[in-house]
């Protein structure tokens, strides 16, 4: 009896709600991250996150399953962003508002090494012209395809490749010291 | 090779990395890598980027707010259903309750006219909650977003 209810509990699909917990347990953080990759606060960050899985949620039922939903959560998020720093009109530095957490194993000159390796890096991220900054972002911090990223965008993967090229290109020629 | 294939291949250099080309563009990639120092170390600083672009550390987001909007998102679930049944449910006591006065017309006591007060007053109130919600629908350019 146990077994035969164990089976069929098995065999039952996850409803919606069940699909949406799961999807927001594994993109909570990287959706903070990009938001605050975005626009450089941690309040205005959890404030685009709560906004864009609220609105996910609004419209989850209608969504296509056959598609993944990350491209669609980035595309909000992005949204939200743009909208904010309309707004503002000025966008913070990205890491401004908090010193990286380093493993405290390590030395204190491998510490200072890796802080100012780190601070470079987010220098010359910094500096990248936006639309060269999302894309770079999408693919190396978030793993996004070409395609799913030219989804966020509402650009073409041919677009996000060059973009993508011309972002390392800048970063390799500003960060060679340390290659 | 021509200064401006060298180029070309070069510039594919980014998407040969992700595994982006097609196959035969990868492997003209490959075969150009073989014959070309150039190439191969920028081919390397480019590994070399993306090793030192995955140790930058972004914050995590705070445990409690992100355990408050799973709350909320559950709590939210039920509400479209919710919102479906009570209008279908006072739209069609509407409906009755005006048939029936129809059908059996008679001048209201005090205790009605009380009671049917209280009860315009609430469907007032809920359709102009209702009103506020489907005028936001259009303007919510989310969702045109490609899911």
Known sequence: ?179 | MRPEEHEELKGMLSAYLDQELTQAAGQRVRIHLEDCPECRETLRQLQGLQRLTAQVEFPDPPEEKMQELERRLSVRAPRGLGWLLVSGGLAAWVVYALFMAMLHWRPPTVEEMLGGAVALGVLLLFVSVLRQRLLEIPHDRYRSVKK
């Open chain 1, 1 to 179: 009896m146990r077994v035969a209810l164990e089976a069929t509990l098995e065999a039952e699909p996850a409803g919606p709600s069940a699909e949406l917990a799961a999807f927001f347990e594994q993109y909570k953080r990287r959706a903070y991250q990009f938001a605050f990759q975005m626009v450089g606060d941690p309040d205005d960050a959890l404030e685009l996150t709560q906004e864009a899985f609220l609105r996910l949620h609004r419209h989850w039922s209608r969504r296509d399953p056959s598609q993944p939903a990350a491209p669609w959560l980035y595309a909000v998020l992005r949204n939200l962003a743009i909208d904010l720093m309309r707004r503002r009109a000025v966008r913070k530095q990205v890491g401004a508002a908090r010193e990286p957490e380093v493993d405290q194993r390590v030395g204190p000159e491998a510490l200072a090494v890796r802080r100012q390796l780190d601070a470079a890096v987010r220098r010359a991220i910094e500096r990248l012209p936006a639309e060269q900054r999302e894309v770079l972002l999408l693919k190396d911090f978030h793993g996004l395809s070409y395609a799913e990223i030219a989804r966020v965008t509402g650009t073409t993967p041919t677009l996000v490749s060059s973009r993508l090229h011309d972002a390392r290109e800048r970063l390799r020629r500003q960060l060679a010291r340390y290659l």
